[in-house]
């Protein structure tokens, strides 16, 4: 029998991707079910029961760590996991045993195969390897997620009818209206729905500065910094028209400029 697997992936795009890149190096596997948020994987694998499982750690509604400790908890649901991320840090640092596997987003063929391979090798026993003991790296994995120092790699945007996976290094300033914020870059400008508050969380402060409360800034990006008659200081950044305001709670990064 084949084996089988569902995918849980909150972008309908990425997931598309993954799914068409595992019918390419491994046409055996049936994809059971393609899902966009934890709840939903949940429900996918009661009902499938399959063999492998690829899940996105951070979904909306319910993480995939959140699913990895529902299937720790009931052995009936138990499959074998890969997780997927845009963190590399959860793969370097969570990640310290052979017996679950990782796939970084965007994603390679190179990594997806050797993680297929990895798969392919432990199914292919006789005796089949069961699936992994999550218990231990749940703990982990639910420890750095709610730890206040985890760092974007990347931003996951609309551009038109696009996803884009930004490097956060190429970002230049991120500002925000009610409804979206503005993902500016020297190439294009992109929308997200994470309110400033939640990016401001996961950046490095040494690299992107708060310069108002919908407004973050990349220091390095900075052309020059200028005042009114008011003392109101306005900044401008490199290769870009806008001249951003920065607000009083904020304006002492710039007292020696």
């Not at 084949?2 to 491994?26: M, V």
């Not at 884009?164 to 503005?182: A, M, N, W």
Request: aromatic fraction near 8%.
């Amino acid at each position: 029998m084949p084996f089988t697997a569902i995918i849980a992936e909150d972008e309908p795009i990425l997931r598309a991707q993954l799914k068409a890149k595992l019918a390419r190096l491994w046409p055996e596997l049936q994809i059971a079910a393609d899902v966009g948020d934890g709840e939903a994987a949940l429900e996918a694998i009661d009902q499938y029961h399959p063999d492998l499982a690829f899940l996105d750690i951070q979904m909306p509604e319910m993480t995939g760590v959140e699913v990895a400790r529902s299937l720790a908890a009931n052995p009936q649901l138990k499959c074998h996991v890969v997780f997927v991320t845009a963190f590399d840090h959860y793969a370097v640092e969570a990640f310290e045993t052979d017996a679950v596997d990782y796939v970084l987003k965007p994603y390679t063929d190179e990594r997806l195969k050797s993680a297929v391979d990895r798969l392919q090798a432990r199914l292919g026993r006789v005796p089949a390897a069961p699936p992994q003991d999550l218990e231990a790296l749940v703990a982990r994995l639910s420890a750095k997620l709610s730890s206040p120092t985890e760092q974007l790699k990347w931003i996951k945007a609309s551009v038109g009818q696009n996803l884009r996976l930004i490097p956060i290094d190429e970002v230049l300033f991120f500002q925000s209206d009610e409804k979206y914020t503005l993902v500016a870059t020297a190439e294009l400008d992109a929308l997200i729905r994470t309110p400033i508050k939640e990016i401001v969380e996961g950046i490095d402060g040494n690299k992107f500065w708060q310069i108002h409360r919908s407004t973050i800034v990349n220091a390095a990006a900075i052309e020059s910094v200028s005042r009114d008659f008011r003392g109101q200081a306005t900044v401008k950044i490199k290769g870009r028209k806008e001249n951003l305001a920065v607000s009083r709670p904020f304006s002492h990064l710039f007292k020696q400029m």
